[in-house]
């Protein structure tokens, strides 16, 4: 049958199957195919696929298709993957475990089913967690060809910010010196690194810099990547005007570092500033508190604002790409 595929060199075939995987866009009701050295891949939707890949039509035989959470329920239910480890959201018990069930028994590769049991809590940004199926929450999450390995139950990590993330390392240049403020365990700072940026990246919780070490020699970035551990106050001490770009992903309270950015930035620099405000003002609050921070020693010119998504009713998660030019 004629599908949309992607048509790759064999030897770049598992590394695109990954990437058309992480953005949603792999065809699992068709078989992969090989002819003369090309792989073809197919997709569910060519419109979708990242530039970088040629999509052309090809005969794609049909594959069984998997079973499913929702075939074992007789509904979709809600969760997220994330490696090999499924997290869904649940106020009742019995309801959380009918779905881990069902997610364990289908076709799914996953090993560790959990609910959250907090919300994200404290400095270090982690909550609880309920483990409904196995007894190991630590696994490998796949991102646009990266790797990273975390624990759930020691560090943050959103898989749905994985669009967001790509939009601004889409953006950085070889070369470039980058600061990422807030780092985590790697999900900005890795793929920067890999696009030929020199990177800096703090973080205060200590198991997620340990894990964003790893990262950085699982993705072979190491040296192009320095990971800190310790309040970016003090460790922006070393960085005063280096940077030329700034990850600022802490959305509830970014406002109180701005003085911290605006001495980090360089000459001219790009500042990724993550808010989350009302629906009726999303990007004022934000952009008043970056230029207060930020004139009159700065120029201040806001190049995008960006909605990352809904957070709670009537607010959202956005973010301010804003360039910082010294007068």
Request: proline content about 5%.
């Amino acid at each position: 049958m004629d599908v949309p595929c992607v048509r790759v060199e064999q030897s770049e075939g598992e590394a695109t199957r990954q990437v058309l995987a992480d953005v949603g866009v792999l065809d699992d009701e068709h078989g992969i195919t090989g002819d003369d050295g090309w792989l073809y891949l197919p997709v569910t939707d060519a419109e979708a696929v990242p530039d970088e890949f040629a999509v052309v039509t090809h005969d794609a035989p049909a594959r069984r298709t998997p079973t499913t959470p929702a075939d074992i329920l007789g509904e979709d239910p809600s969760y997220e993957r994330l490696g090999d480890v499924a997290i869904v959201d649940e106020d009742d018990p019995e309801r959380a475990r009918e779905i881990a069930r069902a997610i364990v028994d289908s076709d799914l590769p996953v090993r560790t089913v959990v609910d959250r049991a907090s919300e994200i809590q404290g400095e270090l940004r982690v909550r609880d967690w309920n483990v409904l199926v196995g007894d190991d929450t630590e696994t490998v999450h796949r991102e646009y060809g990266h790797e990273f390995a975390l624990d759930l139950d020691s560090v943050y990590f959103s898989p749905r910010l994985a669009t967001e993330r790509h939009r601004v390392v889409e953006q950085i240049q070889s070369g470039e010196h980058v600061f990422d403020m807030f780092a985590g365990v790697g999900p900005f700072a890795v793929p920067a690194a890999a696009r030929g940026a020199e990177v800096v990246a703090v973080d205060l919780n200590e198991t997620a810099v340990e894990y964003l070490r790893e990262n950085a020699r699982r993705n072979d970035v190491t040296d192009r990547l320095t990971a800190i551990h310790g309040d970016v106050r003090d460790a922006a001490d070393d960085y005063h005007d280096w940077a030329d770009r700034i990850v600022m992903n802490l959305p509830h309270s970014a406002d109180e570092f701005l003085d911290i950015a605006v001495a980090i930035a360089g000459d001219d620099c790009v500042l990724h500033f993550y808010d989350i405000q009302h629906e009726d003002d999303r990007f004022g609050p934000g952009e008043r508190a970056i230029r207060a921070a930020a004139e009159p020693e700065y120029q201040v010119a806001v190049e995008e604002r960006h909605t990352v998504r809904s957070y709670a009713p009537h607010e959202y998660n956005v973010c301010l790409d804003v360039r910082l030019t010294k007068g």
